[in-house]
């Protein structure tokens, strides 16, 4: 059974850091590229970074946040990391994990976790 559960979220003050964790509990996405979304009031998610399943590789990051996060895993724990430094007011959102390519929206998405960020 597909599980995600993410955490690590919270309120931090804008040049802060966050780590996220989203565990695979159902263990049905280890052998899958991965990804770390968002969705902001009244936006559309969109995806923040990918990382490929083997070698675990990162392969993508959206310019808004090149440079300030990185994604990683630990396949061997089923988790995906996402770690956040110098975080700005706009990564308000809540935050969710996913397999690449997502799905739809009518697909499995976890709870998510949300992220603010204060000015």
């Known amino acids: 059974q597909v599980q995600l559960v993410e955490s690590g979220g919270g309120l931090v003050q804008s040049g802060g850091s966050l780590r996220l964790s989203c565990v695979d509990v159902?263990?049905?996405?280890?052998?899958?590229?991965m990804g770390w979304y968002r969705q902001a009031p009244g936006m559309q998610r969109e995806l923040v970074a990918r990382i490929t399943r083997g070698v675990s590789t990162p392969s993508y990051y959206a310019d808004s946040v090149k440079g300030r996060f990185t994604i990683s895993r630990d396949n061997r724990k089923n988790t995906v990391f996402l770690q956040m430094d110098n975080l700005k007011p706009e990564d308000t959102a809540v935050y969710y994990c996913?397999?690449?390519?997502?799905?739809?929206?009518?697909?499995?998405w976890g709870q998510g976790t949300q992220v603010t960020v204060s000015s």
């Open positions: 996913n397999r690449f390519p997502a799905p739809p929206s009518t697909g499995y």
């Open positions: 159902g263990g049905m996405f280890s052998r899958l590229d």
